[in-house]
Nanobody
Framework: QVQLVESGGGLVQAGGSLRLSCAAS????????MGWFRQAPGKEREFVAA????????AYAESVKGRFTISNDGAKNTVYVQMNNLKPEDTAVYYC????????????????????WGQGTQVTVSS
């Protein structure tokens, strides 16, 4: 089992920045990739960004490219997402997820590719 705990959410004005963190514990050696997803009220959970744990390759949703940056610290078993130039439409609960399935060079972007999920952290962007 892998446990994930997110932190760093909050209220920010449009144009501002936040950095979310996700600390993994438990069988972290089994992690292949980690990702961030978000879910706004009344909407489905959507992909934001992901990173392959060892190789460092990344993937981003089109809506966040150029504004969000995902990174990881293997020594701390932590993944981050730096969110800049935030927009009101970025308002959502942000979830961290971990994938344990080796996928060669693929960086997983679908919710059903992830095995473990955190509880989520609220990000609210005011206009």
């Amino acid at each position: 089992q892998v446990q994930l705990v997110e932190s760093g959410g909050g209220l920010v004005q449009a144009g501002g920045s936040l950095r979310l963190s996700c600390a993994a514990s438990g069988r972290t050696f089994s992690i292949y990739a980690m990702g961030w997803f978000r879910q706004a009220p009344g909407k489905e959970r959507e992909f934001v960004a992901a990173i392959n744990w060892s190789g460092g390759s990344t993937a981003y949703a089109e809506s966040v490219k150029g504004r969000f940056t995902i990174s990881n610290d293997g020594a701390k078993n932590t993944v981050y997402v730096q969110m800049n130039n935030l927009k009101p439409e970025d308002t959502a609960v942000y979830y961290c997820a971990a994938d344990r399935t080796p996928r060669f060079s693929e960086t997983p972007t679908r919710t059903n590719q992830y095995d473990y999920w955190g509880q989520g952290t609220q990000v609210t962007v005011s206009s």
